[in-house]
């Protein structure tokens, strides 16, 4: 038997994040890691990149395999394995892929 075999892996759909302008909290998809980003409150610009320390990354998003509930999540659980809260489903988090394959690269 293999410990955790049972857990879905699941990838964060977005990021919740504080504007650094208004401090606001943000939705983000994850489609805009390593993106230049408008705050839809203050309009104030910046550049999301989710594992920069001065990003104050206050967690992320994404939806339960097995009751297909949004969860939420604090940011120390990117990587961690849960149970979600609604339907006591295994989970383990892994990352979203956020930046582009370094490795393909034709000439
Ligand atoms: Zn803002
Ligand atoms: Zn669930």
């Known amino acids: 038997m293999q410990p955790g075999g049972d857990a879905q892996l699941v990838e964060p759909d977005g990021f919740l994040l504080e504007c650094p302008h208004c401090r606001q909290e943000l939705r983000v998809a994850k489609k805009y890691a390593g993106a230049n980003v408008e705050c839809k409150l203050c309009r104030g610009h910046f550049h999301l990149d989710p594992d920069h320390p001065s990003?104050?990354?206050?967690?992320?998003?994404?939806?339960?395999?097995?009751?297909?509930?949004?969860?939420?999540?604090?940011?120390?659980?990117?990587?961690?394995?849960?149970?979600?809260?609604?339907?006591?489903?295994?989970?383990?988090?892994?990352?979203?892929?956020?930046?582009?394959?370094?490795?393909?690269?034709?000439?």
Do not use: D, Y
């Not at 120390?76 to 393909?104: D, E, N, W, Y």
């Open 55 to 107: 990003t104050r990354l206050r967690g992320f998003f994404a939806e339960c395999p097995h009751c297909l509930e949004e969860l939420r999540a604090h940011s120390r659980f990117r990587l961690a394995r849960v149970a979600c809260k609604l339907c006591g489903g295994r989970i383990q988090f892994v990352a979203a892929p956020s930046r582009r394959s370094p490795t393909m690269s034709p000439n």
